[in-house]
């Protein structure tokens, strides 16, 4: 079992930062990979960015490369989502989301496990 909390959230203008946190918690939590995820109103929810300890590199959804950068810290079993740059269409509820171990299938809600509660992030233009 694994608990997944997000923080950071909030109201900003286009062109402005936030940075987004999800802590998880649980016994085996650090065994387990997480992820991004966002969903805009009457939009599917939809992969954001994933750390790269499973894989070579971070990945990111084309829409938020470049502006985005997702981090881990084991030791806090945190991950972390800077986004710089936002834009009225970033306006979404953040997810994190958690699978035990890993997948190749990592862009699919399906793949995971647990979800947090979500984070709203609206950005004015």
């Known amino acids: 079992q694994v608990q997944l909390v997000e923080s950071g959230g909030g109201l900003v203008q286009a062109g402005e930062s936030l940075r987004l946190s999800c802590v998880a918690s649980?016994?085996?939590?650090?065994?387990?990979?997480m992820a991004w995820f966002r969903q805009a109103p009457r939009k599917d929810r939809e992969f954001v960015a994933i750390?790269?300890?499973?894989?070579?590199?971070?990945i990111y959804a084309d829409s938020v490369t470049g502006r985005f950068t997702v981090s881990r810290d084991n030791s806090k079993n945190t991950i972390y989502l800077q986004m710089n740059s936002l834009k009225p269409e970033d306006t979404a509820v953040y997810y994190c989301?958690?699978?035990?171990?890993?997948?190749?299938?990592?862009?699919?809600?399906?793949?995971?496990?647990?979800w947090g509660q979500g984070t709203q992030v609206t950005v004015s233009s």
């Open positions: 649980g016994r085996t939590a650090n065994r387990y990979t």
């Open positions: 750390p790269g300890e499973r894989f070579d590199n971070p």
């Open positions: 989301a958690a699978v035990y171990p890993y997948s190749f299938e990592y862009r699919r809600t399906e793949t995971y496990s647990y």
